[in-house]
């Protein structure tokens, strides 16, 4: 059965998840191949992360910021990722400045498809109703993993985001082992465990209510290897 507003809908507010196959997350943003090409390709120019309190050097990324509102999509002016230390012990509590996401991919037929697919869902979910204001960020992530660097997608392990609304969506897995999506509740317990294994390859999440992680990605052969990933979020404005 295909996935409609309104399956996604009820199976958020029964469960508060939704894991969604590549097949039918790409029947839902229904964007031709090409466009998917063009979009996957920008994650080969992320710049490094150089806020990891680890210490670490396996993260790239851009990030962009949008207000949302129905249909309607604004770009805002660039500004740095916030997330507070209760969300996030390990990198929290700093303005983290990204280089901003190019605006081909801003502006792209893709990201608009995904906010007009899932901001009436959340609005249908939401006390404020139709046409409320969401604070929304982009964020393209590539985790890299070598026998000299183990690459860690979620390093603060099972997190909210500290927003409403998370959606998460595998772009690309170049020669990775591992890399388990772990969804839980805010008490610790499991709720499941899947891996987002094809490009499209989907998670919805209720971060009021979900907690999620990602398992360290391991190489398959001992070459570098990396994984893709867009994460784009929803916070009431
Ligand atoms: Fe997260």
Same mark, same amino acid.
């Given at each position: &059965? ?6 996604? $809908? ?10 969604? @196959? ?10 031709? @191949? ?17 806020? &990891? ?5 396996? +993260?790239? %990324?851009?990030h962009a910021t949008f207000e949302v509102r129905a249909g309607a999509l604004r770009r805002k002016p660039?500004q740095p990722h916030f997330q507070s ?30 906010f *007009?697919?899932f901001t009436p869902v959340f609005d249908t979910l939401d006390e404020r109703g139709a046409g409320a204001a969401w604070h929304s960020e982009v ?12 690459? %860690?997608? $979620? ?6 985001d500290g927003v409403d609304w998370v959606f998460? &969506?595998? !772009?690309? +897995? *170049? #020669?990775?082992? *591992?890399?388990? $999506?772990?969804?839980?509740? #805010? *008490? ?19 971060d009021r +209510?979900? %907690?999620?992680?990602?398992?360290? !990605? ?14 784009v979020t929803w916070r009431a404005d």
């Open positions: &059965m295909a996935i409609t507003p309104s399956t996604l $809908t009820s199976a958020l507010a029964e469960r508060f998840f939704l894991h969604l @196959s590549a097949p039918d997350a790409l029947a839902l943003l229904d964007r031709p @191949s090409s466009e998917w090409t063009a979009f996957a390709t920008s994650w080969d120019r992320l710049g490094p992360d150089r806020y &990891m309190a680890d210490g670490g050097r396996y +993260r790239r %990324r851009r660039h230390r209760d969300y996030n012990p390990l990198n929290g509590d700093v303005q983290r400045w990204f280089d901003p996401i190019e605006p081909a991919i801003a502006d792209s037929a893709i990201l608009r498809a995904i *007009e697919r964020h393209q992530f590539r985790i890299e993993t070598s026998p000299a660097e183990l690459g %860690r997608p $979620t390093p603060e392990g099972l997190h909210r998460v &969506m595998l !772009i690309a +897995r *170049e #020669n990775v082992a *591992e890399g388990v $999506t772990e969804i839980g509740d #805010n *008490e610790g317990n499991p709720l499941g465990r899947f891996t987002l294994g094809a490009p499209g390859e989907s998670v919805v999440l209720d +209510r979900i %907690r999620h992680g990602v398992t360290p !990605i391991v190489a398959r052969d001992g070459t570098p290897a990396h994984r893709d990933a867009l994460v």
